[in-house]
């Protein structure tokens, strides 16, 4: 056995896109610090995707209980949730005793936050446990705050008084908080979260202190935590890691060149680049009037619609609209929002969508659905200034009039050079946060020198 080694870090994603990449990109950071990293999939993710390994993050396997399925073979999410607690639990156990008589045993685990049940496993083989949040540190706050019983569930009375944060109105808060009847196994897990996480040797969180500096400060105080993003791919960001090109681990494969050769004929900043992730469900009511503002703008636009939402575009849309838009169902939306074409993201407001934005400066039109998107869309308005968000009318939709209205404002209007310049100056500071010597950099090497061992 070696004298010495540096940690092996075992992390465990919760099994959707949005989970994996910034797990596996944190990954990859570490490696480039010189820790050995293994992630977890699941085995219904591994045998249907068989995706390969970057030579440098090890890939591992568990189960959730449902192999052959996955999420979609659950009676319920309820049901799912407890079966990857249950199963999850046990095979992340047999992960680690795999490696307990190797000369690189696993000394940390890195969970997700949603997997508070990962720290009752690392600490069963005294290991250190490591939470990892997804989404912004002001989101994680007033989640924070509601499982203290210090913001009230369902908000009653707005604007809402969060430290370090804006005035919330009732439309900017989290709508698993705002209105927990309409999920409730999603409400329990984003308040389980917190359940534990007192213990938990380090809370590290998929931000940038400056981006959040005031709340990250106020929670600071209540639970110590460490900002480490963003977690997306070093060549968009700081350019130190020569192989970190891409995410690395699609749920999603179709081929990009028909979207990027589009773009590499349009001109600069000439583009709305339109998408909604890879779960929202819009109405086929807001889906036409989507439709119906893109038609009316003066611009070229690229519009993500997934297979399962194509039944809901207006009739021949897309043949009508092809002298000026492209529709695809899957976009590699990093070069995308990287084309130098692309003047505008309209943006569900994900939080790895958001911060992908950020970092590639393109200015953004919010229009967010559920869960954190809400918050996400009041920071881009009001905080940092890069963007507008549409206003819902009495009947929970944005109307093609709305939208037509904040493509204007965004792409010609008199705020067009602001949020640009906004953009660009977010888009350096996060470069200059995990460069060398940066607020996000210190926190990995911090992380990093906490968890080294020796013999």
Avoid at 69 to 78: K, M, P, R, V
Avoid at 133 to 161: E, I
Avoid at 212 to 228: A, G, Q, R
Wanted: aromatic share 10%.
């Amino acid at each position: 056995m070696r004298d010495k080694y540096r940690a092996h870090v075992l992390a465990i994603p919760y099994p959707s896109q949005g989970h994996i990449c910034p797990m596996h990109q944190f990954c990859r950071r570490l490696v480039s610090k010189g820790v050995t990293t293994s992630l977890a999939i699941t085995n219904y993710i591994s045998t249907t995707l068989n995706p390969k390994s970057d030579g440098h993050v090890r890939l591992v396997t568990i189960s959730d209980g449902y192999d052959d399925t996955g999420f979609s073979g659950a009676e319920s999410i309820s049901a799912y949730l407890a079966s990857l607690e249950a199963t999850g639990s046990e095979a992340l156990g047999g992960l680690i005793e795999e490696h307990i008589d190797t000369v690189n045993p696993v000394t940390c685990i890195v969970y997700d936050a949603f997997f508070p049940w990962g720290l009752n496993v690392a600490k069963k083989y005294g290991l250190l446990g490591a939470t990892f949040f997804t989404q912004a540190c002001g989101v994680n706050y007033f989640y924070y705050l509601a499982y203290h019983g210090k913001v009230t569930t369902p908000v009653l009375t707005t604007p809402v008084d969060v430290p370090g944060l804006p005035p919330l109105d009732a439309g900017d808060v989290p709508s698993l908080v705002s209105a927990p009847e309409s999920y409730p196994a999603y409400f329990e897990m984003v308040m389980n979260q917190y359940s534990n996480m007192d213990k938990a040797g380090f809370v590290l969180v998929n931000t940038v202190y400056e981006l959040e500096h005031k709340v990250v400060d106020v929670m600071s105080k209540e639970s110590p935590l460490l900002t480490i993003g963003p977690t997306i791919p070093s060549i968009y960001v700081d350019n130190r890691i020569a192989y970190d090109k891409d995410y690395g681990l699609n749920l999603y494969h179709l081929d990009p060149t028909p979207t990027l050769n589009w773009l590499s004929t349009k001109h600069p900043r000439s583009v709305i680049y339109v998408s909604f992730g890879s779960m929202a469900c819009l109405s086929k009511n807001q889906i036409e009037e989507l439709a119906f503002g893109l038609k009316q703008s003066d611009h070229h636009f690229l519009w993500v619609v997934r297979a399962s939402e194509e039944g809901k575009l207006p009739k021949d849309f897309a043949n009508e609209v092809a002298a000026k838009g492209l529709i695809v169902r899957w976009s590699p939306q990093l070069e995308v929002l990287a084309s130098e074409a692309v003047g505008c993201f309209f943006t569900h407001c994900g939080w790895n969508s958001t911060l992908e934005a950020l970092v590639l400066g393109v200015p953004m039109i919010g229009m967010p659905q559920w869960t954190d998107q809400p918050t996400d869309a009041k920071l881009i308005e009001d905080v940092w200034k890069v963007g507008v968000r549409v206003k819902v009318n009495e009947d929970g939709i944005v109307k093609s009039e709305e939208i037509l209205n904040c493509i204007n404002e965004v792409m010609i209007g008199e705020r067009r050079e602001e949020l640009i310049e906004n953009a660009n100056r977010w888009k350096d500071l996060i470069k200059k946060a995990m460069s060398s010597g940066g607020s996000s950099d210190k926190n990995i090497d911090e992380f990093v020198c906490k968890i080294s061992r020796s013999l």
